[in-house]
C-alpha cells in the first residue's frame, strides 16, 4: 500500500505556505494553536449563519492568520463576498465583535480583511461545499462528482481527482469511490496541488469528500 501524506505539508517550503504565521515559545505554542482554530470556527459559523442560501456554498477558500505582538490579522479568501457583505456593511464589524469575543484578546487588536478570489470553483473547500450540498439533497454521487470537475475546468486548473467515501447512496456496506481528469502528480514536490477533505452528514451517515486539485508546476 502507498503510504499517503498529506500534499500539503508535504511541499511546505517549496510550493506552499503557511497559513498561519506567528511565533510563540514551546510553553505557550498550545495556546496560540486553540486560539487559530477558535478564530476559524468562530469565523466559519458566523458566514453559515448569516450567509443567504446559494446553491450550499459558504465560499471561504481559507483563512490566514498572522500575529504580532500588539495585532492579530485575519485574512479571509472568500468566493462570493458579495453574499456576505451585501446590504450591511457593519457585518464585518459585528464578526470583529464576535472574534474577540471570542478569543479574549485584551490587550491586543483584531483586523479582519476579505479578499476575494478570482476562480472560486478553482479551489478544493469551496468544490468540496458544493458536492456537499448535492449530496445533502440526495443527487447521486457521479452526478455530483462529475458536475464539480466541470465547475474546476472552467477555472483553468490542470487536473482535479475527488474521492467521496462512506455509505454512499445509503448502501449498508461503506466504501470508496474516486473519479480522475487531467494530472495530478502527487509525488512531485514541485507541482503546487491544492487539497482538502471535508466531512458531510447526511441521513445515513457521515460521509468523508477529498479533493486533489493541480493547479500549475514549477519549472
Request: positive net charge; contains cysteine.
Amino acid at each position: 500500500m502507498g503510504q499517503k501524506i498529506n500534499p500539503l505539508g508535504f511541499r511546505l517550503g517549496t510550493t506552499q505556505s503557511h497559513h498561519s504565521l506567528w511565533f510563540a515559545q514551546p510553553k505557550n505554542y498550545s495556546e496560540g494553536l486553540q486560539e487559530d482554530q477558535k478564530i476559524r470556527n468562530c469565523i466559519k459559523n458566523y458566514v453559515q449563519k448569516n450567509m443567504r442560501i446559494y446553491s450550499g456554498v459558504e465560499g471561504i477558500a481559507q483563512i490566514e492568520i498572522q500575529k504580532r505582538i500588539d495585532l492579530i490579522q485575519v485574512i479571509i479568501y472568500i468566493g462570493f463576498p458579495k453574499l456576505l457583505i451585501e446590504n450591511r456593511p457593519q457585518r464585518i464589524e459585528e464578526l470583529q465583535m464576535n472574534v474577540q469575543k471570542e478569543i479574549n484578546c485584551v490587550n491586543r487588536k483584531l483586523n479582519i480583511a476579505i479578499r476575494r478570489i478570482a476562480n472560486p470553483y478553482g479551489h478544493p473547500n469551496i468544490l468540496a461545499e458544493f458536492i456537499a450540498g448535492q449530496l445533502k439533497n440526495r443527487v447521486s454521487f457521479r452526478k455530483a462528482m462529475k458536475k464539480a470537475i466541470e465547475l474546476t475546468e472552467q477555472a483553468d486548473t490542470k487536473g482535479i481527482q475527488v474521492q467521496i467515501a462512506g455509505r454512499i447512496d445509503g448502501k449498508e456496506i461503506a466504501r470508496v469511490e474516486w473519479i480522475r481528469e487531467g494530472r495530478v502528480p502527487l509525488q512531485t514536490i514541485g507541482a503546487k496541488i491544492d487539497y482538502c477533505s471535508y466531512t458531510v452528514r447526511t441521513i445515513y451517515g457521515v460521509l468523508g469528500i477529498k479533493i486533489w486539485i493541480f493547479v500549475d508546476e514549477e519549472k
